[in-house]
């Protein structure tokens, strides 16, 4: 089975779940658009620790009692909610994801190593 994505397909996803978090807990309820984006960041702080975890125990550099609860896509599963937390925030902060990616590979290709 072919698990390859496009990016627009991802980006679609986005503005989906988007509008479900916002459903839940934007439009009058408990977050303004000001504390969904800064809640939105510490939701990715969180899952880069959780992909930090996740590393170490792939490398067996965790204590047998958290070994034991690590799925074996564990790495997998926790970089793609970084990608997807990430995603989420530039959402909520209008960010043109492609134009983003287009200037900063552009800004990458200049480097000189």
């Known amino acids: 089975m072919d698990h390859t994505m ?10 989906r779940q988007d509008k479900v978090l916002d459903e839940h807990y934007g439009k009058g309820k408990s977050m303004d ?23 170490l125990a792939h490398f067996s550099f965790q204590r047998r009692s958290k070994l034991e609860k690590c799925k074996e896509d564990g790495v997998e599963q926790e970089l793609a909610d ?23 590979i552009e800004k990458i290709k200049q480097r000189i190593y």
């Open 6 to 15: 496009e990016m627009d397909e991802l980006l679609d996803f986005i503005d």
């Open 82 to 104: 970084v990608i997807i937390t990430v995603l989420l925030v530039a959402k909520s902060m209008d960010i043109d994801v492609k134009k983003a990616l287009r200037m900063k």
């Open 33 to 55: 658009k000001d504390k969904m984006i800064l809640a939105r960041t510490v939701k990715l702080t969180e899952e880069v620790g959780e992909l930090c975890n996740a590393v």
